[in-house]
Structure formats: structure tokens, C-alpha cells
């Protein structure tokens, strides 16, 4: 069976009252927390605020992370990029932005020094890429950074909001296999997208998966109460031969109880899993 990570934070009250952040002063508390709910890994976050005290910006921090991960057998396996929602990678206008790609190397670089199998990029909201020249750009961006990627033994997940005629049609472009997909169940049912559509052009590129439950046009839900097809979506990612670990990425409930969801979230996909 597949192993069940979440994403940074969801085992901590919120950090600095923000929905998803990293938790600069707590981040140590969340290894146990999750060893408490029997997952797998957390998926990491590294973002601009505080970007400073995450122990992935420094080689001593690196070192800590090792030393908790034996010590707790929770591991790390991705990093969620939110740096590059506020850190653009491509402007407005299409443009690669030089800066922030050079501290994607370095991010990359840091990644490689821990177990970590992929970094998601996140092209959604203030990086969504809506044009075409924007687009053309990732194409560009995502075949040099390619074989940096697999010289280093990392790949790089693309999370859009694109309709998955046109992603897949950006994927075939970039024709990398180090280049994959992060597919969020959650975000795909709030944009309207048919779940047997989007992952079967998407099944080829498939790299990793985000557990999320949405309303049609809204805002994250408990698991099983929005308009996510659960059901189609784990039969198709199983089918597309999918493997590794699935991201718990959802709602929060009430302060205080974030281990006792995030075992009712586990269970919730354990459950589709083995149906």
C-alpha cells in the first residue's frame, strides 16, 4: 500500500494565522506528531517568510533534519516550493525571471542533500500562467532545468491550474522525464475539471499527489464533503501505476485536534485505496 505524508503545518495549530506555512518556531514538534498519527513523511515547505529559519536554508539545519528523521523514522521526501508564488519564475509577461530560477539551483542543490524525491512547483494563483507566451516560457525553463534535475537524482513536479488538454500538451514539449506532474484532487474538482479526462492525459507524467476535498468554485473541505470524485480519481492514479507516497493537504479543523484529523484523513484514504 501507498505510504500517506502531509504537507508542513497540518499537524500544528496554523503558523502566524496563514492556511499553509512553514511553522518556523514548532517545526521540530511536528515529527512526532506525525509519527503519533502513523504517517510516513511530511512534505516540506519552503517559502519566503521566514525563509531564514528553515533549517533546509542552511547545511547545520540539514544535518538536524537527518538527525530527527532517524530519530523519529518520519522521513521527507518532498518539498513544496510555495517560494515561488511570491518569487515568480515567470512574470506577467512571460518573462524567466534569472534571480529566482538561480535560487531554484540552490534549492535543488539543498533538496539533493536530504532523501528528498521531488520538489513541487506550484504555477497556481499569483504564478498561475495564463498565456501562452507565459507558457511557452515554462516549456523553456522546465528543458534547461531538466538534466540538472536528474544529474542530481531529483524531479520537479508542476502543479497548474491548466485544463489538462493544454498541460499535457506543455509536458510533451518539455518531453523530460525529470519534468512530472503534482496533481491536487482538490484543486482539479474546484476548477471543474472531469477527473477521468484530466488523469488520463495526465497518467503518462504522473509524479505526485495532493489529498484535498474542494467545492465547485470554493474553498477547501473536509475529505468527502465537497465535489471531489474520490473514487475515480484513486482508481485512475492506481491504475496509472502510481506507486509512492499521496500528500494529505487538507482542511483544517478545530486547534488542538490536528493529530486526531490527521488520522481520520489517513484512514479516509487508506479506505479508497483498498476498495
Known amino acids: 500500500?501507498?505510504?500517506?505524508?502531509?504537507?508542513?503545518?497540518?499537524?500544528?495549530?496554523?503558523?502566524e494565522g496563514r492556511f499553509q506555512a512553514f511553522p518556523a518556531k514548532l517545526w521540530r514538534d511536528e515529527f512526532e506528531n506525525a509519527k503519533k498519527a502513523d504517517l510516513a513523511c511530511i512534505e516540506w515547505i519552503f517559502e519566503k517568510p521566514n525563509e531564514h529559519l528553515n533549517p533546509l536554508s542552511r547545511d547545520d539545519g540539514i544535518k538536524s533534519?537527518?538527525?530527527?528523521?532517524k530519530r523519529s523514522g518520519v522521513g521527507i521526501r518532498?518539498?513544496?516550493?510555495?517560494?515561488?508564488?511570491?518569487?515568480?519564475?515567470?512574470?506577467?509577461?512571460?518573462?524567466?525571471?534569472?534571480e529566482a530560477v538561480s535560487h531554484l539551483h540552490w534549492l535543488m542543490d539543498q533538496a539533493a542533500k536530504l532523501s528528498v524525491i521531488y520538489i513541487v512547483l506550484p504555477f497556481v494563483d499569483?504564478?498561475?500562467?495564463?498565456?501562452?507566451?507565459?507558457q511557452h516560457s515554462l516549456v523553456s525553463l522546465m528543458q534547461s532545468l531538466g538534466p540538472r534535475a536528474a544529474e542530481i537524482k531529483l524531479e520537479l513536479h508542476l502543479e497548474t491550474d491548466l485544463n489538462p488538454t493544454v498541460f499535457s500538451s506543455i509536458l510533451k514539449s518539455i518531453?523530460?522525464?525529470?519534468?512530472?506532474?503534482?496533481?491536487?484532487?482538490?484543486?482539479?474538482?474546484?476548477?471543474?475539471?472531469?477527473?477521468?479526462?484530466?488523469?488520463?492525459?495526465?497518467?503518462?507524467?504522473l509524479g505526485s499527489v495532493h489529498v484535498k476535498d474542494r467545492l465547485l468554485g470554493g474553498s477547501s473541505v473536509a475529505l468527502g464533503h465537497g465535489n471531489a470524485d474520490f473514487p475515480t480519481?484513486?482508481?485512475?492514479?492506481?491504475?496509472?501505476?502510481?506507486?509512492?507516497?499521496f500528500v494529505l493537504q487538507v482542511a483544517r479543523g478545530k486547534d488542538g485536534h490536528e493529530i486526531e484529523l490527521a488520522i481520520q484523513n489517513r484512514k479516509f484514504v487508506e479506505q479508497q485505496l483498498s476498495n
Open 1 to 15: 500500500m501507498n505510504d500517506i505524508a502531509i504537507m508542513q503545518g497540518r499537524l500544528l495549530p496554523p503558523s
Open 65 to 69: 533534519l537527518h538527525q530527527i528523521i
Open 78 to 98: 518532498s518539498i513544496c516550493a510555495d517560494y515561488y508564488m511570491e518569487e515568480l519564475l515567470i512574470d506577467a509577461d512571460g518573462n524567466v525571471r534569472s
Open 126 to 134: 499569483l504564478s498561475s500562467l495564463s498565456t501562452i507566451t507565459q
Open 175 to 205: 518531453n523530460h522525464p525529470s519534468i512530472q506532474v503534482n496533481f491536487d484532487i482538490g484543486n482539479s474538482a474546484s476548477l471543474g475539471y472531469d477527473p477521468t479526462e484530466e488523469l488520463t492525459a495526465l497518467a503518462p507524467f
Open 233 to 245: 480519481c484513486f482508481r485512475l492514479i492506481r491504475r496509472a501505476g502510481f506507486e509512492r507516497h
